[in-house]
């Protein structure tokens, strides 16, 4: 049976990898963060001091693009990680500090273009479930399933509060809301690949609804799609 490439996209929170994950395990298929190579890259930034509260140096940002190496690798249980120059990242990428920065940096345009090209070599045979902001629209627009993941910010930005609280970060409900609304600004009205639903992307919303419900409805237009009974 041939294989399709699935394209997850939508605000964040919106349980886009937990859904894009669980779909690639099922179906043994590559699933690829592609919000992780962002957030690696502005981590980078971060440390070389390229991007703080202060500044944000743009030019010395695009000098560093060659100086970075991003890898996925599998962990022991199996769970794809990002690496950074060879180091781990996977835990350092998730702080609030860096979703601070993440948006700034992934409006640049040769930050897409040079994380875009990774995207395409990693999507080539297929087989492949990716999620993030512009997968359906711009990395892979012939896509054979897209999904367009959404819920109020409210409900996302509780998520994401619960998840940090659990890690042990000391932040508030409102700095989380805060970071959620001004993500959705950035990602919505940058001028290089805006956050956008495709046209032919199926609209999910999970506001009420509990995200491991919306796995079987996914898995089961996945398996359509798979089988040639959806084109
Ligand atoms: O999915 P995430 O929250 O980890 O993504 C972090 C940020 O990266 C998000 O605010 C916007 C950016 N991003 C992007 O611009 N394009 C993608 N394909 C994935 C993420």
Known sequence: ?????????????????????????????????????????????????????????????????????????????????IHLNGENVEKQIRTLEVSEYVSPIATVPEVRRKL????????????VVMDGRDIGTVVFPKAE???????SARVRAERRFKELNERGDEITFNEVLENVNERDQIDTTREDSPLRKAEDAIEIDNTETNIEDQFHIILQLAQDRIAGRVK
């Open 145 to 151: 399933l897209k999904i367009f993941m959404n819920a």
């Open 1 to 81: 049976m041939g294989k399709i490439t699935i394209a997850i996209d939508g605000y964040s929170s919106t349980g886009k990898s937990t859904v894009a994950r669980q779909l690639a395990e099922w179906l043994g298929y590559v699933y690829v963060d592609s919000g992780a190579m962002y957030r690696a890259v502005t981590l980078y930034a971060m440390r070389k001091g390229i991007i703080s509260e202060e500044k944000f140096d743009k030019a010395a940002l695009i000098d560093s693009l060659p100086d970075i190496a991003l890898e996925f690798r599998k962990n022991s249980e199996n769970k794809a990680e």
């Open 116 to 127: 875009v090209a990774l995207q395409h070599t990693m999507g080539e045979d297929k087989g």
